[in-house]
């Protein structure tokens, strides 16, 4: 069975979107979900859990990408 995995990319306000990437973010959040919907929705306990959160919407903002991964990769 297939997965995705949902990654959070963490970029400052300065970093145009189309440059954010994980060699560009602050920080970066992987975790596996079972759905490209989950791609959207898994990340938010997350970054809401995490000491980032104050500085989201301020002085950095948040990409979100969906990678699909074979079952035992």
Sequence with gaps: ??????V??????????QDCE???ATD????????EI???????EIIARSEIRE????????KTQCRRVKAGG
């Design 22 to 24: 994980e060699a560009t």
């Design 38 to 44: 989950g791609c959207a929705t898994g990340w938010q």
């Design 8 to 17: 959070v990319l963490v970029c400052a306000q300065a970093i145009p979107v």
């Design 1 to 6: 069975m297939n997965g995705f995995l949902a």
């Design 55 to 62: 500085g989201v919407g301020r002085s950095a903002y948040l």
């Design 28 to 35: 970066v959040f992987k975790t596996k979900v079972a759905s």
